[in-house]
T-cell receptor, first 113, second 115 residues
Framework: DAGITQSPRHKVTETGTPVTLRCHQT?????MYWYRQDPGHGLRLIHY???????DKGEVSDGYSVSRSKTEDFLLTLESATSSQTSVYFC????????????FGEGSRLTVL | AQSVTQLGSHVSVSEGALVLLRCNYS??????LFWYVQYPNQGLQLLLK??????LVKGINGFEAEFKKSETSFHLTKPSAHMSDAAEYFC?????????????FGTGTLLAVQP
């Protein structure tokens, strides 16, 4: 157990509504990541954080924003959800800058109707 | 730019048979390579990684992988499959030569183990 909790684990929402996914860690790790997993694409990095209030974009960041006001929490927000954002979202953490082991949460399954 | 290609989205083996999951990479810098495993309804967990040094890397659960620069490959093997090995396996390469943990993942190989 890597001490990562994602919430909600499942969510169904409608196109155009805002959605926030939360990643909470108890490890006090500096680095946190949001990935999305889609069939045929593997996992793709959305955003990552290298400290409180320090975030940067990954390869598929359009339509997503993040915030990190505390070490333990990393929030992913879809300002206006679209059907293309239907996916499984994984949070990951790691202690150092690289190349170490990523510890993943159990995922949040989001369906946008 | 870095990328990985996993050959075969589905692989089926019999219990006790050799497991071979293929991964080829492309990297403009010396690659840092990883294999992750995902069991149903769970997140990914690290099986093994290659950074520098010995090209044959041993991981958890009896898996190993060999870095072959000449073939740009990092195939995952296990001599004898167990039913518990049924899962999806992802090969990954570091986006920036290991400077960060930003990884590029392959599309995954689903391993089925038949009794």
């Amino acid at each position: 157990d890597a001490g990562i909790t994602q919430s909600p684990r499942h969510k169904v929402t409608e196109t155009g509504t805002p959605v926030t996914l939360r990643c909470h860690q108890t490890e006090n790790h500096r680095y946190m990541y949001w990935y999305r997993q889609d069939p045929g694409h593997g996992l793709r990095l959305i955003h990552y954080s290298y400290g409180v209030k320090d975030t940067d974009k990954g390869e598929v960041s359009d339509g997503y924003s993040v915030s990190r006001s505390k070490t333990e929490d990393f929030l992913l927000t879809l300002e206006s959800a679209t059907s293309s954002q239907t996916s499984v979202y994984f949070c990951a953490i790691t202690a150092g800058p690289g190349p170490g082991e990523l510890f993943f949460g159990e995922g949040s399954r989001l369906t946008v109707l | 730019a870095q990328s990985v290609t996993q050959l075969g989205s589905h692989v089926s083996v019999s219990e006790g048979a050799l497991v071979l999951l293929r991964c080829n990479y492309s990297s403009s810098v010396p690659p840092y390579l990883f294999w992750y495993v995902q069991y149903p309804n769970q997140g990914l967990q690290l099986l093994l990684k290659y950074t520098t040094g010995a090209t044959l890397v041993k991981g958890i659960n009896g898996f190993e992988a060999e870095f072959k620069k000449s073939e740009t490959s990092f195939h995952l093997t296990k001599p004898s499959a167990h039913m518990s090995d049924a899962a999806e396996y992802f090969c990954a390469v570091s986006r920036d030569g290991g400077a960060t943990n930003k990884l590029i993942f392959g599309t995954g190989t689903l391993l089925a183990v038949q009794p």
